[in-house]
């Protein structure tokens, strides 16, 4: 197979971007890349007429794409929020080019491959990495020789006799941004970057804590020399401005944070975006960070109730760890956001106002606020359903791809979701008014916030544009360009740019 087309909706998949170059070195393959708009159906706002709209236009556009291409592979990443969709779009490309084999990858893939491949429109399943199958595919071996693949014979379902993981430090290669910026300029705002691929942590909540894993290391990372080298080459190709480090573990071992930090500041010297875990977050990796130019900054918290932390999250950090980290991060100077998660079980309304009162002490930029989200294959889906949290039969709707999206309501009923928006609305005043938040959050004060509840998105923007947040930015960014055209897309990335750029921090 010579000539792929890759097919994702509306954010930049890293993963593409890495098999992309694998392809065109290892097989001098043609790769190209559709991307769904997603518009008016992503995390900004939700209008299921013009998100349809879009929708069929856009598919319209892929028949033709693929027409004018001619692929041998329609390779589809999805997450599982957008699965039911694009199954249903390759089911109608399946319907106009019976012949063109589509094969299925990316997270939901992975972490329900046994239903994923009950789809009609669905030839193939990449369970995991990706370099082993389209190896094997592109070599032409027989399909049960290929790991990690899916397929079906006769009428049966059959699963892979062996999977693997892909060592990608062993063979670094660059991402493949030119891609993803034909298609999507508007991605280049922020050139994600990650210099390690799986995670030390199996935080239940998280795609990592899938049980069925490929034999191998958990983590693989670049050396510090090999991550600078590749920074370096994307920031001259591209002309790129900032990098977002989008790695589950921005440091995760203090000697290669060192060496790495020290080469960035002297050989990259761009600004860059991180999320750090608590446990790894202290007065001397704060002052390296900054030190290397860091501009902007993500806590992972999640909640402040230990136990429950502890119990449904598979999150070993104390509450004082996270105090320690907060502290530091604040003392820094460092413009920084806070995670937090609404809806875990065992916690209460006054657990999330006391974490509340507990993050405005600290002055964040903004509270990422979102909702606990069941999804397929996570051990605290499986969790949750033993426990009689969730039905047996929202189990397997959740592994059918019913899912919800976390930045909206997640898996909370009506009233956990109306409490949920009070906290997010307090959540949102805390960068605005810390004493004002504090005062909301006493008691049950939250409950007269109910008609303004829908004034949290509004805060929301304001705090994210205001403190340099660039995945909110690619979002404007993004509905700019479909919307207005790139010319009103760039002089929109130019003001980001000069409002999110600091001066010398060293």
């Not at 530091?328 to 460092?334: F, H, R």
């Not at 307090?426 to 938040?437: E, H, N």
């Not at 998105?457 to 790139?486: C, H, K, P, W």
Request: proline letters at 5%; a positive charge.
């Amino acid at each position: 197979m010579k000539k792929i087309l890759f097919l994702y909706s509306a954010y930049e998949s890293y993963g593409i971007e890495m098999l992309s170059s694998f392809l065109k070195s290892a097989y001098t393959a043609e790769v190209e890349l559709f991307q769904f708009s997603g518009l008016f159906d992503d995390s900004v706002t939700s209008w299921r007429g013009a998100a349809e709209f879009f929708l069929r236009h856009e598919t319209g556009k892929l028949i033709r794409k693929i027409r004018e291409f001619s692929p041998d592979l329609l390779a589809v990443s999805c997450v599982s929020n957008d699965f039911l969709k694009l199954a249903g779009i390759t089911k109608e490309v399946k319907t106009r080019f019976p012949s063109l084999p589509v094969i299925f990858g990316g997270i939901h893939p992975t972490m329900s491959p046994d239903r994923v491949i009950t789809e009609s429109g669905i030839d193939f399943v990449c369970e995991g990495d990706g370099e082993p199958v389209f190896s094997g595919l592109c070599q032409g071996l027989a399909y049960s020789e290929i790991p990690n693949l899916w397929y079906r014979h006769n009428g049966r379902i059959i699963a892979p006799e062996k999977r693997e993981t892909f060592d990608f430090s062993a063979r670094p290669l660059l991402p493949d941004k030119t891609l993803v910026y034909h298609q999507a300029p508007y991605f280049k705002n922020s050139c994600t970057f990650q210099f390690s691929r799986g995670c030390l942590y199996q935080c239940s909540f998280c795609c990592h804590s899938r049980a069925n894993r490929a034999p191998g290391p958990r983590f693989m990372y670049l050396t510090p020399e090999q991550a600078i080298f590749q920074l370096c080459e994307l920031r001259d190709q591209h002309r790129i401005k900032r990098f977002l480090f989008d790695d589950d573990l921005f440091i995760f071992d203090r000697e290669w944070s060192r060496i790495f930090l020290s080469l960035y500041s002297e050989k990259v010297g761009i600004p860059f975006y991180a999320v750090l875990h608590p446990r790894f977050t202290d007065r001397e990796m704060v002052e390296l960070i900054k030190s290397a130019g860091c501009f902007k900054l993500e806590l992972a918290v999640q909640t402040m109730n230990e136990s429950a932390r502890k119990k449904w999250l598979h999150r070993a950090e104390s509450n004082q760890e996270i105090l320690r980290a907060l502290y530091w991060v604040s003392q820094s100077g460092i413009p920084f956001n806070i995670q937090h998660m609404c809806g875990i079980p065992e916690t209460t309304v006054e657990d999330d106002l006391a974490a509340l009162r507990t993050y405005s002490r600290f002055s964040p930029s903004r509270i990422f606020c979102f909702c606990l989200t069941y999804y397929p294959g996570c051990s605290i889906t499986k969790q949750a359903m033993e426990s009689g949290v969730i039905s047996s039969l929202r189990y397997q709707e959740i592994r059918d791809g019913q899912v919800s999206n976390f930045e909206h309501t997640g898996d909370l009923d009506t009233s956990g979701a109306e409490y949920a928006a009070a906290i997010r609305l307090i959540s949102s005043v805390i960068p605005i008014s810390p004493v004002l938040a504090r005062f909301l959050s006493r008691g049950s004060r939250y409950r007269m916030l109910k008609p303004f509840l829908q004034l949290y998105r509004f805060l929301d923007m304001f705090n994210s544009i205001r403190s340099g947040e660039l995945t909110v930015q690619t979002a404007v960014l993004r509905y700019a360009y479909y919307l207005f055209g790139i010319r009103a897309m760039r002089v929109l990335a130019s003001f980001f740019e000069r409002g999110s750029t600091p001066g010398d921090t060293k």
